[in-house]
């Protein structure tokens, strides 16, 4: 990858500038100017940048010296953030994926309460139904970029907080007891743990993607020689 590169990513009304620096006056340099072409470009399209939602993260190795970076956009000091979020996935400055597992948790958290008064002991949706709603909810947001972040799961100290959240799912969906630790409960509900499902939908996502472009099949026929 060039050090010059620059791109720009625009989605709906988010907008992301990628550049590569090999110091803080360069990358000074490359904000401005970027920001400045954008700004323009906005301004044509009759649209206006949204200075105090404006973020920036640097990105670098744990051994790059730590210098300060002033980024002034319409006389608005720019905040310098070591975690943004960007379509509901929350990049750090050292991609750990710390701040998104933990992020991802606290949803979680929040989501449960709602869904447990579908999982009342006397009443409430069937067992099937009830797998179908957190798969559907829970498990989709979880999955969620998954692709990005399965490879951090090995780290203890990350896949404690997927581990806690599926839990959670299990103690829902299979009405158990709170005294109910997660491996049992995993065996309980037949529900593979949450740290291998998502592992192998970022597997099959990325096998996709790389069919789409290659044109290659991801399942093929075993040989018969």
């Known amino acids: 990858m060039s050090k010059r590169w620059v791109q720009h990513f625009?989605?709906?009304?988010?907008?992301?500038?990628?550049l590569i620096a090999t110091n803080m006056?360069?990358?000074?340099?490359?904000?401005?100017?970027?920001?400045k072409q954008i700004k323009q470009d906005m301004l044509n399209g009759g649209l206006l940048l949204n200075v105090g939602k404006t973020e920036i993260m640097l990105m670098k190795k744990k051994r790059d010296e730590i210098v300060p970076l002033s980024i002034e956009i319409d006389g608005r000091q720019i905040a310098i953030k070591r975690a943004i979020k960007y379509l509901g996935v929350w990049?750090?400055?050292?991609?750990?994926?710390?701040?998104?597992?933990?992020?991802?948790?606290e949803k979680v958290c929040k989501m449960i309460p709602k869904l447990m008064v579908l999982a009342r002991?006397?009443?409430?949706?069937?067992?099937?139904?009830?797998r179908t709603m957190l798969e559907g909810t829970i498990g989709a947001y979880m999955k969620y970029a998954s692709v990005a972040f399965a490879h951090r799961l090995k780290y203890a100290y990350?896949?404690?907080?997927?581990?806690?959240?599926?839990?959670?799912?299990?103690?829902?969906?299979?009405?158990?007891?709170?005294?109910?630790?997660?491996?049992?409960?995993?065996?309980?509900c037949n529900w593979v743990p949450m740290k291998y499902a998502l592992a192998a939908h970022a597997i099959m996502y990325a096998r996709k993607k790389?069919?789409?472009?290659?044109?290659?099949?991801?399942?093929q026929e075993p040989s018969r020689d």
């Not at 006056?25 to 920001?35: C, D, P, S």
């Not at 990049?91 to 948790?105: N, V």
């Open 10 to 18: 625009v989605y709906a009304d988010d907008t992301l500038l990628l």
């Open 25 to 35: 006056r360069e990358a000074n340099q490359k904000i401005k100017r970027e920001v």
């Open 91 to 105: 990049p750090d400055e050292e991609l750990t994926w710390e701040t998104h597992i933990k992020k991802m948790y």
């Open 121 to 130: 002991n006397t009443f409430g949706y069937s067992t099937d139904a009830r």
């Open 158 to 188: 990350i896949a404690k907080y997927v581990k806690r959240a599926h839990r959670a799912m299990l103690l829902c969906y299979g009405r158990l007891y709170q005294s109910v630790s997660y491996l049992p409960g995993s065996v309980i």
């Open 210 to 219: 790389d069919a789409r472009l290659t044109g290659s099949t991801i399942l």
